[in-house]
T-cell receptor
Framework: DQQVKQNSPSLSVQEGRISILNCDYT??????FLWYKKYPAEGPTFLIS?????DKNEDGRFTVFLNKSAKHLSLHIVPSQPGDSAVYFC?????????FGAGTTVTVRA | KAGVTQTPRYLIKTRGQQVTLSCSPI?????VSWYQQTPGQGLQFLFE???????NKGNFPGRFSGRQFSNSRSEMNVSTLELGDSALYLC?????????????FGPGTRLLVL
């Protein structure tokens, strides 16, 4: 049973524009949410996180929004850069484990 | 501070064999988790260890097992390998994986079963 879902397998965006990645979850016990970025043949790299008591967290070009009532979070990347082309995973924590979405492949076009 | 290290990085085995993968967490981290990533799939949780105790386990068959040593290093073992076990196996560590703690990943071990 997939408790974390990323319904868009891919996203193509022009350099300099905004990238918006979405993630939905079903488990109301999740208390911490994270975004990871992954290049081929490498392990995921931590990007940004948000606790369940907040609704927004910002770090440079990256902002994560959490809507607990809708069980939805999103990652905004502004402005998008060519180096942002990668697979992005949404993850949620509870009970000593992270549950991951299937990932969204972002391609930033020059 | 050194990151999470995993050995070996690549491995080729045949069906029916067994394999052991190793993970050294970031210094000071006592929680180690293992994940499996297959093409088109997200990361599937295998198990988590803290102070040599398994605290959580994912939905994998008993052929998948793990352990953690007193220095927090961890190993996972897969016995009687099947073709479907071909995957990237990722290890992640954190201080204790409680509260608002982040897990940090190693580069992974790519396992190919022929």
């Amino acid at each position: 049973d997939q408790q974390v879902k990323q319904n868009s397998p891919s996203l193509s965006v022009q350099e300099g524009r905004i990238s918006i990645l979405n993630c939905d979850y079903t488990n109301s016990m999740f208390d911490y949410f994270l975004w990871y970025k992954k290049y081929p043949a490498e392990g995921p790299t931590f990007l940004i996180s948000i606790s369940s008591i907040k609704d927004k967290n910002e770090d440079g070009r990256f902002t994560v929004f959490l809507n607990k009532s809708a069980k939805h979070l999103s990652l905004h990347i502004v402005p998008s850069q060519p180096g942002d082309s990668a697979v992005y995973f949404c993850a949620a924590k509870d009970d000593y484990k992270l549950s991951f979405g299937a990932g969204t492949t972002v391609t930033v076009r020059a | 501070k050194a990151g999470v290290t995993q050995t070996p990085r690549y491995l080729i085995k045949t069906r029916g064999q067994q394999v052991t993968l190793s993970c050294s967490p970031i210094s000071g981290h006592r929680s180690v988790s293992w994940y499996q990533q297959t093409p088109g799939q997200g990361l599937q949780f295998l198990f988590e260890y803290f102070s040599e105790t398994q605290r959580n386990k994912g939905n994998f068959p008993g052929r998948f097992s793990g352990r953690q040593f007193s220095n927090s290093r961890s190993e996972m073992n897969v016995s009687t390998l099947e073709l479907g076990d071909s995957a990237l196996y990722l290890c992640a560590s954190s201080f204790s994986l409680t509260g608002y703690e982040t897990q940090y990943f190693g580069p992974g071990t790519r396992l190919l079963v022929l």
